[in-house]
Each structure stands twice: as structure tokens, then as C-alpha cells.
């Protein structure tokens, strides 16, 4: 049997020498380890990788967030110390052709290292746990926004509020909020980076989501699940406002339901503009025909201005525009009141008179 050389000079030495070793070492693995714990640190507290939070929901989600993280870097830190600490110091020599030692497991060592994970993994399942269940708690006094989106816009309605609509979700500053989600044709799924959750509208459920806005300010609705040619436009905005601002304006929209502007409502809130271009109304979507041009396309399906605008709201296929692929419009405009349909067919084509010329 050739000597050996590693491990051997420790035991030869005596007990005294092997202490100052392992303190050594201890010191090394320690160093390196604070190192790397260091950059590691860094890198997750110093790039800001998420938006600020606006909410008390997002508030406790970060808290598991970096509870976690904390976690992984720690045993990061050991992980690549020990790691780092073993390729220089028991690297073989390029002439040391010699096996390793005979290792067998070490008892106390295997009880250390699944215990210890053990304890972590269930802690990380407590602080969820409770995070979760207090994130979907909703008290008895909250507000309801119903969501409803749609090929591809967002509307958002207060039954509480005298059934006032609006494409922007308007929310007042500390108080909870429950959104029901609904979806009339594909899969959609509702987020606010800022209030740091997400939720599917799925069509024929309904679907629960709780927010507390913590912040005031203007916030954007995205739209995170592929659901057709206009996804990547299905942007609307959430704004935080404070309690008075938000009754005030929860009164004046009621107001604006009826009257003069009832047509250009409907269309706000149906959130035609996110998909057609439309001068009176301001919008500029290219996704659908330009309805600036109304007039000239009835003339060229041979029908009546007004026939051929209500036509195109409830049967959308009926007459493709050239330029445009079919079974893109959604088909269900035709589901709206009566009296809001015939403002929309009134506001598109009094309006679009003037504009065309
Ligand atoms: Cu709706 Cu993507």
C-alpha cells in the first residue's frame, strides 16, 4: 500500500495541531462563505427587481418573498464556501494517482442536513399558509368591482355605486376590495405589478381577487394570459384615490350614465378605442377598421349608414372590412341594453358624419 499523504499529518502531529487546523478552517470556510453570502446579497438588495408595492396583500407576499430568499442565500453562502473551500484545498496534485479515501457516510452529518432543510421547508409553508389565508380574507364591509374583460379590453363595474362602469379600475386609498372576475370569451388574467397578484377571468366562472391599495397613484392593468391578436394592448389603469376623491367621482360618473354623452360612455366603457380609431372619442387602436371611415365602408356594403354600424356591433362577421381578418371583433356586443346600443350606433354615426366629412 502506497502512504498516504493527505488527511494523515493532522493525526501524526497530535491533538494540538489538529485543533489549530480546524480552527483554520473554520476561519477559511467562514471567510468565503461571508464572501460570497455578501455578493449574493447584494445582487438581491441592491437591483431593484420588483415594481414598489401599492398594497397590504403585495406588503405580506413580499414578506414571504424575501423570507425565502433570505433562506436560499444562507445556504448558498455554505453550499458554494464548502464547495470553493474543497477544490483548493483537496485538489490533487497533477502526479497523484492515488484513490481517495474510503468514506462510508457520516450518521450525525445525514441527521444534520435533512433536519435542518426540514425545519426550513416548514417554515416557509407556515409563513405561506398564514399569508395566503390572510391575503383572501375579506371583511363583512368591503367594496365589489365586477371585471369583466373581454377580446381585449377591461371594464369595471360598482354595483354598489349605482352601477357606474368605467375602463379605468378605481379604487380608494386603505380600503379592502374584492374584484369578481368574469370573462365572455377566452381566458384572460388580471395584474397590478404594484399589488403583486394575479387571477384569471375564465369564461362561465367567477373568479375572486382582494386588494388593499396601501399607496395612491396611477398603477397599470395588464393583461397576462394570451388571448388573441390584441393582448399585448389589453392595458388599462388602476388608480388609487383618496376616499372623498373616489365618492365624488363615483357620484359625478353616475350622473354622466344618462344624457348627451350616454353614446361616448358606451363606448368608453366598452373599450371599443383600445382596438379602433376613433376621432370624436380621441382613440387611435389600428387592431380593428378605422371608424373614421364608417360612412365610406356602408357605402361600399350597400347599406344604410346606421344599418350597417348596428350590424357591425351585433354581427361583426357579417361584413369583413378589406385589410382586417375575420373573428377578430367580439361577438358579444350584441348581449349590450337596447338603449345603450342604439347611443353607440347614434354616437358613431352622428359623430362620424362630422368627422368624415
Ligand atoms: Cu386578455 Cu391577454
Known amino acids: 500500500m502506497p502512504a498516504r499523504t493527505r488527511g494523515s499529518g493532522a493525526r501524526a502531529g497530535g491533538s494540538v495541531v489538529s485543533a489549530q487546523v480546524r480552527r483554520g478552517s473554520l476561519f477559511q470556510l467562514i471567510a468565503i462563505g461571508t ?24 406588503d405580506r ?29 483537496f485538489r490533487a496534485r497533477p502526479d ?4 481517495g479515501p474510503p468514506i462510508h457516510g457520516h450518521t450525525g452529518l445525514e441527521i444534520f442536513w435533512t433536519a435542518v432543510p426540514t425545519v426550513l421547508v416548514t417554515a416557509i409553508a407556515i409563513v405561506s399558509a398564514v399569508v395566503l389565508s390572510r391575503n383572501t380574507s375579506i371583511p363583512k364591509n368591503h367594496l365589489t368591482v365586477e371585471v369583466t374583460a373581454q377580446q381585449f379590453a377591461w371594464s369595471f363595474r360598482y354595483p354598489g355605486q349605482g352601477d357606474v362602469t368605467s375602463t379605468q379600475l378605481r379604487l380608494p386609498l386603505n380600503e379592502p376590495v374584492e374584484l369578481e372576475l368574469h370573462a365572455l370569451d377566452v381566458i384572460h388574467s388580471f395584474w397590478v405589478p404594484e399589488f403583486g397578484q394575479k387571477q384569471d377571468a375564465v369564461p362561465g366562472i367567477t373568479t375572486h381577487l382582494k386588494i388593499t391599495p396601501s399607496k395612491l397613484g396611477t398603477f397599470p392593468v395588464i393583461c397576462t394570459e394570451l388571448c388573441g391578436l390584441g393582448h399585448a394592448l389589453m392595458r388599462s389603469q388602476a388608480i388609487v384615490m383618496d376616499p372623498k376623491g373616489f365618492k365624488k367621482w363615483a357620484a359625478d360618473a353616475k350622473k354622466g350614465i344618462s344624457g348627451a354623452g350616454a353614446g361616448k360612455a358606451v363606448y368608453d366603457n366598452n373599450g371599443c378605442g383600445s382596438c379602433h380609431t376613433f376621432t ?11 371608424l373614421d371611415k364608417l360612412p365610406a365602408e356602408a357605402k361600399q356594403a350597400g347599406k344604410p349608414l346606421a344599418e350597417f354600424t348596428r350590424e357591425s356591433i351585433v354581427n361583426p362577421d357579417a361584413f369583413i372590412q378589406r385589410g382586417y381578418p375575420p373573428n377578430v371583433m ?9 338603449s345603450q346600443l ?16
Open 280 to 290: 370624436p372619442a380621441g382613440s387611435k387602436g389600428t387592431v380593428g377598421p378605422d
Open 61 to 89: 407576499i413580499d414578506f414571504v418573498f424575501w423570507f425565502t430568499t433570505g433562506i436560499c442565500i444562507a445556504i448558498f453562502a455554505v453550499v458554494a464556501a464548502v464547495s470553493v473551500y474543497s477544490f483548493m484545498k
Open 35 to 58: 464572501l460570497i453570502g455578501g455578493a449574493v446579497s447584494a445582487v438581491a438588495l441592491l437591483i431593484p427587481w420588483l415594481p414598489p408595492s401599492a398594497s397590504k396583500e403585495r
Open 330 to 338: 367580439p361577438k358579444t356586443f350584441g348581449t349590450l341594453p337596447k
Open 96 to 99: 497523484d494517482d492515488s484513490d
Open 342 to 357: 342604439d347611443a353607440l350606433v347614434q354616437y358613431l354615426t352622428q359623430s362620424g358624419k362630422k368627422g368624415a366629412k
